[in-house]
């Protein structure tokens, strides 16, 4: 058989048993990227292979039926919604309804947002909810009438209108909120419902009515069925607004639009602001607003064909491995880096990942050459979520090497030794090597330590090269004849270099620490280190049972730090460059404990505009905050910037003060 035809009917399995596992079981394992992923191949297989359409994945609503559920027919074909990704391609679309409808007067467009929730088509008959059903397969669904009526949201009886249709199936989406959906998985600590979707349609797709009323699931209407014995609404717009007045949920970041920009415009305010919504969504929905308009645009058996989702962008996408790098860190430690296809993770081009550890190089399985689908979630690093192997897919194309991690340092070949099985693995040079002593001195002058400007990266290297910097008190002994030698460092720019050393040498006791690049000590357990010691030499002095009294520093970190300050050729180093700086005592106690931030637990969520979010708990940590990664009862304030995560639904639920970036900058200046 043709290899084609092989992947074909191979892909035709793998998707029928996702489908099964997210559409019958709510369970599915794979992300919705990934299945639209493997959709979106099939599809281009069938282009290829017509002959074999019949039977495909492609052409079915839904999926099977929980046996638990009795099903019963929809009056009206529950639909599903073609789909983009890409909103500039919604032209086509536009092009396309222009081309049928052959009219100059303008069409009108109603745009809604995409809830990812679970369809629904309630049946009223004589303005009674009499069923409801789910889409199933389009044609036959689930009878989970009796769930329904726990929903508080969906009206049983409807106020009897003029022309109120005798039989209306009022369609749209369930949905739990994202507050409920946080409070849920905080009880169910250790079995976690995967997403909202899931717990949505586990919480309605059962046979007891009690968890359904226990998980306070909403619902949004966005359109109907058969509407028996006639239609009366004037267009889809108005059918929503008189499902308003009926007391149905509609939601109200509804637009009416006839130009394609002002669409397109929309599109993008939603996904800005799509993360402060109390429910997910996942894009927008463009629909005809004339009913007659609709009729000539018609429908496949699968979508109306006068209605288009436009997805947004995905946190996720799938790419091969090219190489396997091995990074040798500022404290020796080793780190493989996947060196990938070039990709686009939410606008941000993305070309390679860390795989952490040799623990977890092998732990994920990459190899050079593998399939890896990568996530980048808000302002998170790229990172490798697992390697794409959908068990029968013969991919004729995918040549894969296995890639092993080395026993030796790849830049000056010293044993590597090997802790917590695998999790680090360190270089044994203590000499430190080029790699390691370039990345320490680099950390050295950086932002949040000696700070000293006009020292990169490049001109670091060339320094290092001719062997004018070997060591941190080194960088107080350079001179302008010095950084002459470099080539393109001209006498203005050597002075400049030399007035920021000069500037840099007096430093407060965090940052020294920091600066110092010992293994585990970032910016803020220097804070705490220089908080609890006041002075250098007593942190020179402690012992591990001292250092374990402090903050974040645990049985681990405390015995890292401690053979650093006790080992003898670094304290040498040490001693040396105390000769050339002056440690200033912290922003003293009092400034902090008249300060707002004084022991306020912080967290932040979003984007900030101002700030990185190293630089704004710097600046808060100055002043006496204590920064928190995670929203818990003990969290006093959320700052909020652009585009805010779950915390901000966590923040709500625990009734924790919440204050904007502008806000939160005023109060700094104070
Ligand atoms: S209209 C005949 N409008 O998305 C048109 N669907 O992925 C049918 N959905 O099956 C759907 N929000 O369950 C429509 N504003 C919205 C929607 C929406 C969510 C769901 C719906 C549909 C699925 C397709």
Redesign the pocket.
């Known amino acids: 058989m043709n290899k084609s035809i092989v992947k074909l009917i191979d892909l035709r399995k793998i998707i029928s048993h996702h489908a099964y596992l997210y559409y019958t079981l709510d369970s599915p394992i794979i992300s919705d990227f990934e299945y639209d992923n493997l959709i979106n191949e099939l599809k281009l297989l069938e282009k290829q292979e017509i002959k074999i359409i019949k039977n495909s994945p492609t052409n079915n609503v839904g999926s099977d039926f929980l046996r638990s559920l009795k099903t019963k027919k929809h009056f009206a074909s529950m639909?599903?919604?073609d789909?983009i990704a890409d909103i500039e391609m919604i032209d086509f679309f536009y092009k396309n309804v222009l081309k049928k409808l052959k009219k100059k007067k303008k069409i009108n467009f109603c745009c809604?947002?995409?809830?990812d929730g679970i369809?629904i088509s309630l049946l009223y008959k004589k303005g009674v909810l009499i069923r409801a059903l789910t889409?199933g397969n389009g044609k036959i669904g689930e009878d989970v009438t009796l769930n329904v009526y726990e929903i508080q949201s969906i009206p049983k009886v409807l106020d009897n209108i003029i022309n109120m249709p005798e039989l209306l199936e009022v369609r749209g989406?369930i949905y739990i909120p994202l507050s409920e959906f946080y409070k849920i998985n905080e009880v169910k600590k250790n079995i976690q419902f995967s997403n909202p979707r899931n717990t949505a349609a586990g919480s309605l797709r059962q046979n007891n009515p009690k968890i359904t009323l226990s998980r306070n699931l909403m619902f949004f209407c966005?359109?109907f069925g058969i509407c028996y014995p006639k239609n009366n609404f004037i267009n889809h717009f108005n059918f929503l607004m008189v499902m308003k007045s009926l007391g149905f949920p509609v939601n109200n970041k509804l637009c009416l639009f006839s130009n394609i920009n002002n669409i397109k415009e929309f599109y993008y305010q939603i996904n800005k602001n799509r993360k402060s919504f109390d429910f997910q969504i996942d894009g927008i929905?463009i629909k005809l607003n004339d009913f007659d308009d609709q009729k000539v645009l018609g429908s496949t058996s699968k979508y109306?064909k006068w209605?288009l989702?436009v997805k947004f962008p995905s946190n996720e996408n799938i790419t091969t491995v090219n190489n396997i790098d091995f990074q040798v860190g500022r404290t020796g430690l080793i780190t493989p880096v996947a060196y990938l296809s070039p990709i686009k993770i939410s606008g941000v081009v993305i070309k390679k990942a860390s795989l952490h550890s040799k623990y977890e190089m092998y732990r994920l399985g990459v190899y050079i050459g593998s399939k890896v689908l990568v996530r980048r979630a808000g302002d998170v690093i790229p990172y490798i979520v697992k390697v794409i192997n959908y068990e029968l897919i013969n991919d004729i194309n995918l040549i894969q090497k296995k890639c092993f991690f080395p026993t030796q340092c790849p830049i000056c070949s010293s044993n590597l030794i090997e802790f917590h099985n695998g999790k680090t693995v360190k270089c044994s040079n203590n000499n430190y090597c080029l790699d390691q002593k370039e990345k320490l001195l680099l950390h050295f002058v950086s932002k949040f330590a000696f700070n000293i400007k006009g020292i990169g990266k490049k001109i670091l290297k060339k320094l290092i090269y001719k062997n004018i910097i070997n060591e941190f008190s080194d960088f107080f002994k350079i001179q302008v004849d010095h950084l002459t030698k470099i080539d393109r460092i001209q006498k203005k720019i050597a002075n400049n270099i030399i007035y920021q050393i000069k500037k840099s040498r007096s430093i407060s006791l965090d940052r020294f620490i920091y600066a110092l690049g010992i293994e585990m000590v970032g910016v803020e357990t220097a804070r705490n280190l220089s908080i609890y010691f006041g002075d250098f030499s007593s942190f020179m002095q402690t012992n591990v049972s001292q250092l374990q009294k402090i903050k974040n520093i645990g049985t681990v970190s405390s015995g890292i730090i401690f053979n650093k300050i006790n080992n003898s050729s670094f304290k040498e180093k040490i001693l040396d460059l105390l000769s050339f700086i002056v440690i200033k005592p912290n922003n003293s106690s009092k400034t902090n404990k008249r300060s707002f931030f004084f022991n306020k637990k912080i967290a932040i969520t979003g984007r900030l505009k101002r700030y990185s979010r190293d630089k704004l708990f710097f600046l808060l940590q100055s002043l006496g905050a204590i920064q928190c990664k995670y929203i818990s009862q003990k969290t006093d304030l959320l700052i909020l910037g652009e585009c805010p995560g779950k915390k901000l639904y966590k923040a709500k639920l625990l009734n924790i003060k919440i204050m904007e970036e502008e806000e939160l900058l005023q109060k700094i200046r104070c």
């Not at 809604?112 to 809830?115: N, P, S």
């Open positions: 639909l599903s919604l789909n809604e947002l995409k809830i369809a889409r989406e966005h359109g929905v109306p209605a989702a």
